[in-house]
């Protein structure tokens, strides 16, 4: 009886810690990270010191779940490559990095500050030091 007891109370215990686990939530992609992959972005809007958006027209931003993103413009893909981290703030952070000596693809560059998403937009911001700059995408899908 007394053995009964103990098996049953380790049981129970047992099934508290492993009810308790939670997931590695490293390996899970997060909804952000998802929502880039799914969709083609076109460049809604640009803005460091003065609207800047008419650089970007006709521009598509393509992201893999591989890591590489893909820059399209006037039927040239530039390559590069992105991450999602998440800063000590608890702020998702979108880094970008393409290979390009052009100008206007290396504004793009940057850690981005996740500041709003819904299923179709996704809004940026980075700060220079000396001004703000933000950085919105639309589907185009």
């Not at 640009?46 to 399209?72: E, I, K, P, W």
């Not at 998403?117 to 589907?139: M, P, W």
């Amino acid at each position: 009886m007394k053995n009964k007891r103990i098996t049953s109370f380790a049981l129970f215990v047992l099934s508290i810690i492993l009810t308790q686990c939670t997931r590695n939530v490293e390996s899970v992609t997060s909804a952000t990270e998802e929502t880039l992959i799914k969709n083609i972005w076109s460049v809604d809007y640009y803005f460091q010191d003065q609207d800047m958006t008419s650089s970007y027209n006709s521009s598509r931003l393509l992201f893999s779940s591989t890591g590489a993103v893909g820059y399209q413009h006037n039927g040239e893909t530039i390559g590069g490559t992105w991450n999602r981290t998440v800063d000590g703030a608890k702020d998702e952070i979108i880094n970008l990095q393409f290979n390009s000596s052009d100008i206007n693809i290396g504004r793009l560059n940057k850690s981005w500050k996740l500041v709003d998403q819904t299923v179709s937009t996704i809004q940026l911001e980075e700060t220079d030091g000396t001004s703000k700059i933000l950085f919105r995408l639309k589907t185009s899908n």
